[in-house]
Nanobody
Framework: QVQLVESGGGWVQPGGSLELSCAASGSIPSSGNTMGWYRQGSGKEREFVAHVTSHGRTTYGDSVRGRYTISRDYVKDTVTRQMNSAKVEDTDVYYC????????WGQGTQVTVSS
């Protein structure tokens, strides 16, 4: 089992920055996995945001590439998503994800971008 706890959601103005963090605990091997973020708005499908592999390779969704940065602490088993140049359309519930042959989700944290 892997447990994921997210923190850092909230409100930010357009053009601003906001950081989300996710702490993982449980049975986490040193290779063969990814940690990352998805987001989902009301009535929409869950959308891939970004992930980082156990070897440090990062992948970003088209809508966030160039504005978001994902990083991972392999000692603390945390993943952090830094959002810059926030847009109103970034408003969503953000979910932390851990995946190997298993697939786990955090409880979700709301991010609201508005003036």
């Amino acid at each position: 089992q892997v447990q994921l706890v997210e923190s850092g959601g909230g409100w930010v103005q357009p053009g601003g920055s906001l950081e989300l963090s996710c702490a993982a605990s449980g049975s986490i091997p040193s290779s063969g996995n990814t940690m990352g973020w998805y987001r989902q708005g009301s009535g929409k499908e869950r959308e891939f945001v970004a992930h980082v592999t156990s070897h440090g390779r990062t992948t970003y969704g088209d809508s966030v590439r160039g504005r978001y940065t994902i990083s991972r602490d392999y000692v603390k088993d945390t993943v952090t998503r830094q959002m810059n140049s926030a847009k109103v359309e970034d408003t969503d519930v953000y979910y932390c994800n851990y995946r190997d042959e298993r697939n786990y989700w955090g409880q979700g944290t709301q991010v609201t971008v508005s003036s």
